[in-house]
């Protein structure tokens, strides 16, 4: 466990692909990360999934949000609508992210989506902007044994199908994490 684990707000983007979801929610119960989302955060995720998979139900995704909240922590944002309106974005529909932020006091945003927020904006409130892959990589280099264990627990609990240590390094690549998976490829065994 890292003593002094991160608060971060994950965007909807770093939540929609199952994969990674389930990832940083392994993290968090490592206590590795302290996640953060809204609503309108797990709306948007939601809202995304449903519309690119049609075989999914709101039903299935209202079971995945229910789990993430309840093993997420203090995950749920509430009160950052009063910082909203202060906000200038390039995409001012994304303002509702640093808002969440700002009232969580988190340490960085986890996003793909690094161009729609942009550091002059977002340093001011001590937010770093950073993403997936490189979130991962500064937890391996604070807590490599700690970052193993929670991935090596996730690789485990997937069922449908289940993958070798290898298989879990090609999925965590193709969600993105490419750097990761470079520095984890000598530690295969461990996973």
Known sequence: MISDCPIIVLDACVLYPAGLRSLMMWLAVHGLIRPKWSEQ?????????????PDLTRVQ?????????????????TGHEQHIASLTLPDMDDRHVVAAGIEAGADAIITWNLGDFPTTVIEGY?????????LVCALLDAS???????MRQHRVSLK????????Y?????LQGLRESVERLRDKVSEL
């Open 41 to 53: 955060i797990h709306e948007e995720w939601m809202r995304n999934v449903l519309k690119d998979r």
């Open 61 to 77: 995704l209202e079971r995945t949000r229910r789990l993430m909240d309840e093993h997420g922590g203090d995950c749920l944002v």
């Open 126 to 134: 001590g937010i770093e902007v950073r993403t997936p892959d490189q």
């Open 144 to 150: 490599s044994t700690d970052v193993l264990a929670a």
């Open 160 to 167: 449908n199908p289940p993958k070798k240590p290898e298989e």
């Open 169 to 173: 390094l090609e999925t965590l690549a």
